[in-house]
Structure formats: structure tokens, C-alpha cells
């Protein structure tokens, strides 16, 4: 790095200016003789909640060591904390941007200890150089030298303090760390983080008398809900400080221009970015996950890990919350698969989240929703909450869900309602109905000739038959139903406009009013028809 390059020399009138506003602080800190160097609260506060304690304890003893050392001593001991905060960015736990501007700020506080300040700089530049790493001259690049080398980061255990565990949402979301939500589709997790964001934003408190959190700012994606006509009324709905929540859209493209799909790949510097920028973030929200994978299936652990690392170091880094949303994958085993093990995707994924939680339909109540944990490895098991979605108008003609939570905990076991919750919607169809209702169906939907296969989905699906992200082919009980039935599958024309259709096997009479048939020109009937009856053209 050559710093002379990256940063120009401070003019005098920029020193005068430092020097006032180092003042200034010192002064609004409460100690108006305070020596150069003594740490103003709200600035330690500000370097622990961005950069994390050990951090602001760095920054916070260079400092005070350089105010605290003699007159003739100030040169040295600053050019030993150059050093420390240089081995503190090589070591990942300060930036360098922030040694730079604090070595500076300490210079400009102490009269550049009576040096010229392009000494000073010069000496700032060469610990900066120092704290990037060594880098490979050209004349080594040419002759094919090696490059540094790799090394292991690690610190003595006796070097680090312990930190104590700060809650967003006391015993279920802790600070800095990775938590899961998952559920079936339709079941209000997005309503949920509405809600959690509009929680976080206000500083307000949690349901079941949970506690409260403190107030701060929300980083909010979300890849299948509009913005406008969905996010908004939900935050509105919850009763969010919109100043607070901050929707990410997109990002551009590497060269800067265009737009594309934040990716958790590439693109996890830049999110860190934003959060530092707004200095406050305490929450950020992913929805879904799987939509932010940058082309990972999310299903290989290996590949999984390597993306969900990045974002799990700098909310650690950070000490901001990170609430991903799921789906819940269907039991296998007869039934007997723990809710841990269902989670959509890898198991890397609930192995990088520290909490993980379900929503799951009430089994005797269609309108009630439960809260139920799955893992929580740094608190004591939580009890469940129970929450119903309530239509809410929020402007005008706007109408939005909200969730509303019950004043008492359940106690229901995860593993045993989400059994339970599955096995009744089995009973009532809505998730793959019996071989006898299908056939039923089908008889229904082709009874008045060929349907466009695409249709028959649509009323599958309509019908609460056959998931939105399943295929009838791909599914076995509509195989069997259909091979039962003998329905016989044709093309119909050719090239882009075909299409396939289903039909029944060739009946000698149509039924009589067949009930759901999907016509939608009625043949010519001003003749008395087969039955006798008088038709007409519907």
C-alpha cells in the first residue's frame, strides 16, 4: 500500500480542525480536564456495538496509553500502539481503515509530537502497509517467486475476554448470531418478521412477557413478496418505525451498473457496508435463504457452509441478529423424522444457525399458528407462543395480515404438532389428498373432454391436491390415479403453440352436468340431445 497515494496529507487548516473536534468530544464527555486520549462513553459504546469488545478494548488502551505516556515517551509508546492496532488488523479484528483515522486522530490530539506531520503519516503508512500483509514485488512476480505464504489465524485463549451474550428477543434470538425459521408455505413466517422488525425498530416489547429489546435499525430482503404492495402494508400493519427498516432490493453488478439478486457469494461485504454506514442495524432479515444462495442448491453441506460462513462472521463481527426463513421439508421414515432434520435443504444450514424455530398450523384450530422451537444452543429450552393473522386496513383501501399472539405460552411439543398438524391436513387434502379423492378429481376436471395439462395443475392446486412447486407426473398418487383411470396424455399441434392435454378413455355418453367441467364453449345443442333433454349453448 502506499499511503501517500490512497490518503493525501492533512493541510493545516484539516489539523486545526481535528484538533478542535477531538476537543470538543473530550469536552462533551463530562471532563473538561481530561487529558488527550480518555475515552468518551458514547465512542466506546459506538466501537464495541460496530467493531465487538476486544476490538474497542484495543482501540480504547492505544489510545489511552499514548495520553497517559510522558512527553518524551509520546513518540514511542505511539509508534507501539501503530504496531498493536497494525497486528490487530492483520488479525481481523479491527479494519484498517479505522487504524488509519485513529492513529491520525491520536497524532493530530498530541501536536503530532512535534514532528512534521509528513513524518507522522509516513510512519501511520508504514504500519498500514505492514498490517495488509507483505506483498509480492514486481521484479519477484516476473521471476516466478512464490507468494506469501498461508497461515492459520488463531489467539491465545488468555487474550481474549469473555463476552456475555446479549438477546434481540430474550431466549430466542440472540446478538450476532444466525437463527432459522421455517414452516410450510401460507402459514405467516413472513408476517412473523414483520412483526420482528416492527418489534426491533420501535425497541418495544415481546409477546408472553418476554422482555423488550432495544430500539434499532432493521436490514430487510425479501425475494418473493412485493415491496409496495406486501412488505409496506405488513410493516405498516405491524406498527414499524419505516425509518427504521431498510429494504434491499438488489444489487449491482460487479462493474457497478445494472441490478441483479443479492447473493450471499459475493455480496456479503456489501451488506456489511450498509450496516456499518447506518451504524445501528440490530436485526437483518433473509427471505428466504434458498433465494440468496448465488446458485448453490443450499443441498450440498460443503457448498452450503462456505456461503453461510461469511454472513455468520460478520453478524458476529458486527453483533447483529440474522433471521433466515425456510421451508419445511415433508417427513420421511413413516412419520418418525425429528422437526431438526426437516428444515429445507442441507443440514449445514441448522448446523451454522445457533436457533431454530417452526411455525405449525394448530391441528384443531385452522386459524392458529404455533411458534415452536427446534434447537436453541445458547439458552434454555423456550416455551411455545400461539399467534393467529388478523386483517388489518392501514391506508385508505389497503388491506394487510398481522400477527396477533396469544397472552399465554403452549406447550406443545414441535415434533408431535407438526405429526399431528400433517396427518390432519393429509386427512382434509391439503397436502396430496387419498388415490380415491383424486380419481374423484380427475373424473371432475376431464369429464367434458381433453384439459390442457397446465390446467388440471391449476385445479389441483386450487383444490389443495398437489403442491405449488410439484408437477402431477412427478407425483405418485396422481400416477395411480391416473393409470387406475386409465387417463391417456396427447400433444396437441406443434412447434411453440402446443400443448399437451389429459382425457379420459372415450365413454359412450358425456355425464349429464358434470360438476367442476373446465369447457369453455358449449357445443351447439338446439337439437333434443341423447337423453331427450332440450340444450343450448352455455
Known amino acids: 500500500m502506499n499511503f501517500h497515494q490512497s490518503r493525501a496529507p492533512l493541510t493545516a487548516d484539516e489539523l486545526k480542525r481535528r484538533a478542535e473536534a477531538l476537543s470538543a468530544n473530550t469536552q462533551a464527555s463530562g471532563h473538561p480536564q481530561a487529558r488527550p486520549g480518555d475515552e468518551a462513553a458514547d465512542t466506546a459504546h459506538s466501537d464495541e456495538r460496530q467493531y465487538g469488545p476486544t476490538a474497542a478494548k484495543i482501540l480504547r488502551e492505544v489510545k489511552r496509553g499514548v495520553a497517559l505516556a510522558s512527553q518524551d515517551a509520546k513518540l514511542a509508546v505511539f509508534t507501539e500502539a501503530a504496531a498493536t492496532l497494525a497486528g490487530a488488523v492483520a488479525s481481523q479484528w479491527v479494519p484498517k481503515n479505522v487504524m488509519v483515522d485513529r492513529l491520525s486522530e491520536i497524532a493530530v490530539a498530541h501536536g503530532l509530537f512535534g514532528r512534521e506531520r509528513n513524518d507522522i503519516e509516513g510512519l501511520i503508512g508504514k504500519y498500514a502497509e505492514e498490517a495488509a500483509g507483505p506483498k509480492q514485488k514486481p521484479e519477484q512476480a516476473s521471476s516466478g517467486a512464490s507468494p506469501p505464504k498461508r497461515r492459520l489465524i488463531a489467539h491465545r485463549a488468555s487474550e481474549l475476554d469473555p463476552e456475555k451474550l446479549v438477546w434481540v428477543w430474550p431466549g430466542r434470538i440472540p446478538e450476532g448470531k444466525l437463527v432459522l425459521l421455517g414452516g410450510p408455505p401460507g402459514l405467516g413466517k413472513s408476517q412473523l418478521t414483520a412483526f420482528m422488525s416492527a418489534t426491533v425498530s420501535n425497541g ?311 360438476i367442476g367441467a373446465p369447457s369453455q364453449i358449449g357445443a351447439p345443442m338446439d337439437d333434443l340431445g341423447a337423453n331427450g333433454e332440450l340444450g343450448g349453448s352455455l
Open 204 to 514: 418495544g416489547h415481546w409477546p408472553c412477557g418476554e422482555g423488550s429489546t432495544l430500539p434499532g435499525d432493521v436490514i430487510f430482503m425479501s425475494a418473493e413478496d412485493g415491496v409496495q404492495d406486501t412488505i409496506i402494508p405488513r410493516l405498516m400493519a405491524a406498527g414499524a418505525d419505516r425509518e427504521r427498516v431498510h429494504i434491499v432490493s438488489a444489487a449491482t453488478k460487479p462493474d457497478g451498473t445494472g441490478r441483479k439478486t443479492f447473493s450471499l457469494k459475493t455480496d456479503v461485504d456489501l451488506l456489511e457496508e450498509m450496516a456499518r454506514k447506518i451504524s445501528s442495524v440490530r436485526l437483518i432479515i433473509v427471505d428466504p435463504i434458498s433465494a440468496y444462495m448465488g446458485g448453490s442448491d443450499g443441498n450440498g453441506n460443503v457448498e452450503t457452509r462456505e456461503v453461510l460462513e461469511p454472513l455468520a462472521d460478520m453478524a458476529n463481527r458486527l453483533r447483529i441478529a440474522v433471521v433466515a426463513v425456510t421451508h419445511l421439508n415433508k417427513g420421511g421414515g413413516g412419520g418418525n423424522q425429528s422437526a431438526l432434520n426437516r428444515f429445507a435443504g442441507s443440514i449445514a444450514f441448522v448446523a451454522a444457525a445457533r436457533a431454530a424455530f417452526a411455525v405449525i398450523e394448530d391441528p384443531e384450530d385452522d386459524e392458529r399458528r404455533f411458534l415452536l422451537q427446534a434447537k436453541n444452543n445458547l439458552g434454555k429450552k423456550c416455551k411455545g407462543l400461539a399467534f393467529r393473522l388478523e386483517q388489518r386496513l392501514v391506508g385508505g383501501d389497503v388491506m394487510s395480515s398481522n400477527v396477533m399472539f396469544e397472552g399465554d405460552h403452549v406447550s406443545e411439543s414441535i415434533d408431535e404438532a407438526l405429526t399431528a398438524s400433517e396427518n390432519r391436513g393429509a386427512k382434509k387434502g391439503q397436502s396430496g389428498g387419498g388415490k380415491e379423492d383424486v380419481m374423484q378429481f380427475l373424473r371432475d376436471a376431464l369429464s367434458g373432454g381433453p384439459v390442457d395439462v397446465l390446467e388440471v395443475e391449476r385445479q389441483a392446486r386450487a383444490a389443495a391436491l398437489l403442491e405449488d412447486n410439484k408437477r402431477l407426473n412427478k407425483t405418485k398418487v396422481f400416477r395411480d390415479a391416473r393409470d387406475a383411470l386409465g387417463v391417456t396424455s396427447s400433444r396437441e399441434g406443434f412447434g411453440p403453440g402446443s400443448r399437451f392435454v389429459l382425457a379420459l378413455p372415450a365413454t359412450p355418453l358425456a355425464p349429464i352436468g358434470a
